[in-house]
């Protein structure tokens, strides 16, 4: 048996033996063609090895930018918003029927895979509805009642980045203005810098964990519903009596919110100076609990991607009674709290509590001040600007509701210049995303605080400013000047909201940006020539006629409301058309016109950036109001706003003029 084994093992090593010899002889004799082979065969080895390496850093390059691009996804009372770089801000809201809203989900969701979404815009209906005392503030931005559109209306894009850039400023203001190529620049990098991040999941969606919100609480602008079925906020004026209680959704939100970090910042505090720190005060008031419009303008920011390496973007909240959550946010929000948030990229990181929001109101001056104080010690920066956002009532009522405080009143202008000058913070641009701000009174008041001032004239329609491009353009160029950012800005509401009005002129916005130093410098002096000669006049039959008539002739804002707001310029270029002649009673008409034209080209001149666009691209407003008692406005609340006006800070001469033109 072993020789057996023995000898099988002899052959199999001879054969080995011989095969050997064979494949030395074969490699000898074709040396070449072997060394050919090898180095083909390497060549494949060392492809395949990269083509390996290469799959996997692509593998852990787009983990990273799956988690960069993350945006909000927030909590809502039945909109969806998507927003994205290519497409801007879109909005649909849900039809009634359960059936319409299964159906409007479906198509977002389609919407979302194929880049396009509804759109419906709610807008402000100015058709002649008169509004009483408690005008309702489910239109504090829009201004009236809106009719909501049906979820299965054509979609159609409210706004698209791109296009922003490629067309720039001037396009972008529908035939309105003339934006300077830096603006446009600055818009168009905005736009081409965003490191080729897909925004097109940001959305405002449902509440995680699938609780279906009432319906009967969406927004009087989402649903075409009577006054009485809604909020009595008032705009103008805080409301009386009993408020509404706050929404029972609001409940689950507080007892989901984690308490271990209830008050604790997940940022470390303070940071490096850096060239720009805008402060965002927002207070969201039904805006935000009734249609997410807070939680709306904060997506917006989000997809600007803010560098904080270059601007700080901070963002106090409070003075609601439903704050929509927003998925990239590392926190809940809390509407029993007033809170702090750092914008960071596309992501909102929370930097701690400023107190409770019971009892302590938005509107008051203290809080105001508190956060400029706070943003002064830990985002100290070379330049320093500022966003109010919330509902408004004009300058003589002021800026601001609180929904938790309700009988704390407005801020008034001279509140904000108060809180600024207690800060020892001068701004070089204050942006109110509030409507009917934009007039002679706040100006003079916030001047020796505040450069240059974004507001506008009218009603605040549709879904406010997209600030996307905005907050883009400065982070690529902190050093962009406040004339520059506010074409962005400006240029980009007219283009998001042009024909969306559904009032007898369609108007869509009235908004300027106004240097405030040069505003107060150069009129002051005129506008009391002006007053003097008009207070002369007025005691005259026939030159109170006249001042009459060029009040009724002024372009007016908010009409139905009677704030008695009256373009500034069309008012001056009325006083020129009735005081003709030389005059009656001893009194100079040559002299009034010619003080009236002085003062208008003096306004003019302090207005730098004007965007006033309808349907049609009608113009000829100036950018700035003024308060002007209207013949036919009530007689009590004439009288309530006269008392008022004369307790703001402007020219006391144009101050007595109303007083005795009022009484």
């Known amino acids: 048996m072993r020789e057996i084994r023995s000898r099988k093992r002899n052959d199999e090593t001879e054969e080995r033996q011989e095969l050997r010899k064979k494949i030395l002889d074969f490699v000898a004799g074709n040396q070449k063609k072997v060394m050919i082979l090898a180095g083909i065969f390497g ?118 980045s791109n296009d922003k850039s490629s067309s720039g400023t001037a396009a972008s203001s529908s035939g309105s203005g003339t934006a300077s190529s830096s603006g446009s620049g600055a818009a168009a990098s905005a736009s081409s810098d965003m490191s080729g991040i897909d925004l097109s999941t940001a959305k405002l969606d449902k509440a995680s964990d699938g609780s279906q919100v009432k319906k009967e609480e969406t927004y009087l602008v989402l649903n075409n519903v009577s006054e009485t079925t809604v909020s009595q906020d008032v705009i103008g004026e805080a409301p009386t009596g009993e408020t509404e209680a706050a929404p029972k959704e609001t409940e689950s939100v507080k007892e989901a919110a984690p308490s271990s970090d209830s008050s604790e910042s997940t940022v470390e505090l303070p940071f490096d100076k850096k060239k720009l720190t805008v402060l965002v005060y927002m207070i969201g008031s039904s805006l935000e609990s009734k249609s997410n419009l807070a939680a709306n303008s ?27 959550n927003i998925s990239t946010a590392d926190h809940k929000f809390d509407e029993t709290k007033i809170q702090r948030w750092l914008v960071d ?219 008695d707001l009256v373009d500034i310029c069309s008012f001056l270029s009325a006083i020129e058309e009735n005081y003709k002649g030389s005059g009656k009673d001893g009194i100079d008409y040559e002299e009034i016109r010619d003080a009236a034209k002085s003062l208008k080209a003096s306004v003019e001149k302090a207005v730098e950036v004007c965007r006033y666009v309808t349907p049609e691209d009608d113009g000829g407003v100036s950018g700035l109001t003024i308060y002007f008692p209207q013949h036919d406005t009530d007689s009590e609340k004439r009288k309530n706003m006269v008392t008022k006006y004369e307790d703001l800070s402007f020219s006391t001469s144009y101050q007595q003029l109303i007083k005795q033109y009022a009484h």
């Open 345 to 563: 990229g596309t992501k909102l990181r929370f930097l701690g509590n400023a107190g409770d929001t019971e009892g302590n109101s938005m509107t008051s001056g203290e809080t105001l001040e508190s956060f400029l104080k706070y943003a002064k010690k830990n985002f100290p920066a070379g330049r320093y600007e500022a966003v109010l956002w919330g509902q408004a009532g004009g300058p003589i009522n002021g800026f601001g509701y609180d929904e938790i405080n309700s009988s704390s009143g407005q801020l008034s202008v001279s509140g904000i210049s108060n809180a600024l000058a207690n800060a020892e913070m001068d701004l070089d641009l204050l942006l109110f995303d509030a409507r009917l701000m934009g007039a002679m009174e706040s100006g003079y008041a916030l001047a020796s605080h505040v450069d240059y001032m974004i507001a506008s004239e009218d009603n605040e329609y549709s879904i406010g400013l997209n600030y996307t491009n905005w907050f883009n353009g400065i982070s690529n160029d902190p050093s962009m000047s406040a004339i520059d950012q506010g074409r962005i800005i400006l240029d980009d509401f007219i283009k998001d909201n042009k024909g969306k009005g559904d009032g007898m002129s369609n108007v869509v916005g009235a908004y300027s940006v106004i240097d405030l130093k040069a505003l107060k410098r150069n009129t002051s002096d005129k506008l009391k020539n002006l007053a003097e000669l008009l207070k002369a006049a007025e005691k005259t039959e026939d030159g109170r006629d006249h001042l009459r008539q060029a009040g009724k002739e002024a372009y007016e804002f908010a009409k139905s409301y009677s704030y």
């Open 298 to 324: 904060i997506v917006t920011m989000l997809t600007g991607n803010v560098d904080t390496d270059k601007v700080n973007v901070i963002i106090e909240t409070g003075g609601t009674k439903k704050f929509h």
């Open 43 to 160: 060549a494949i080895f060392t492809f395949s090895l990269g083509m390996l390496t290469v799959h996997m850093l692509n593998r852990t390059t787009i983990s990273a930018d799956i988690e960069q691009q993350q945006v909000a996804e927030v909590e809502t009372t039945g909109e969806i918003i998507k927003i994205s770089s290519e497409e801007g801000l879109t909005i649909a809201s849900e039809d009634i029927s359960a059936k319409d809203e299964s159906g409007m989900q479906e198509s977002a969701s389609a919407g979302a895979a194929s880049g396009e979404s509804n759109a419906t815009a709610y807008t402000a209906n100015e058709s002649g509805k008169s509004a009483s005392a408690g005008d309702v503030n489910a239109e504090a931005k829009t201004g009236s009642a809106a009719k909501s559109q049906s979820t299965s209306s054509k979609s159609q894009s409210v706004s698209s």
